[in-house]
């Protein structure tokens, strides 16, 4: 049974750094495509990143450009997110996801079989 859990969320200042962890259980192969989105109160769920695995190619959304990196960690299963230079609209709950089909290698949530429970992170002034 395929799990994610993540950790790492938290509270911080805004300017600040937090690193985002996703360790995958149960898969015998990499997932084509692995995920982080995040979902603010009142907001619907949103990519922030994701990651094709196999050319290790990372794709962020504007507004995390140059301040989020995805990473991926092989050997540990793990997915991360590095956030920098954080601000008051990244607060929120994320998520990472993965799946294994082709297709699914884009931000539209309905496209991922798989989530992990989510971590909060809140940004303050």
């Known amino acids: 049974q395929v799990q994610l859990v993540e950790s790492g969320g938290g509270s911080v200042q805004a300017g600040g750094s937090l690193r985002l962890s996703c360790a995958v259980y149960?898969?015998?192969?990499?997932?084509?495509?692995m995920a982080w989105f995040r979902q603010a109160p009142g907001k619907e769920r949103e990519g922030v990143g994701l990651?094709?695995?196999?050319?290790?190619?990372?794709f962020y959304v504007d507004s995390v450009k140059g301040r989020f990196t995805i990473s991926r960690d092989n050997a540990k299963n793990t997915l991360y997110l590095q956030m920098n230079s954080l601000k008051l609209e990244d607060s929120a709950v994320y998520y990472c996801?993965?799946?294994?089909?082709?297709?699914?290698?884009?931000?539209?949530?309905?496209?991922?079989?798989?989530w992990g429970q989510g971590t909060q992170v809140t940004v303050s002034s």
């Open positions: 996801a993965a799946d294994f089909r082709v297709e699914s290698c884009n931000l539209r949530p309905d496209r991922y079989t798989y």
């Open positions: 149960g898969i015998s192969t990499d997932p084509y495509c």
């Open positions: 990651i094709y695995t196999v050319i290790e190619l990372p």
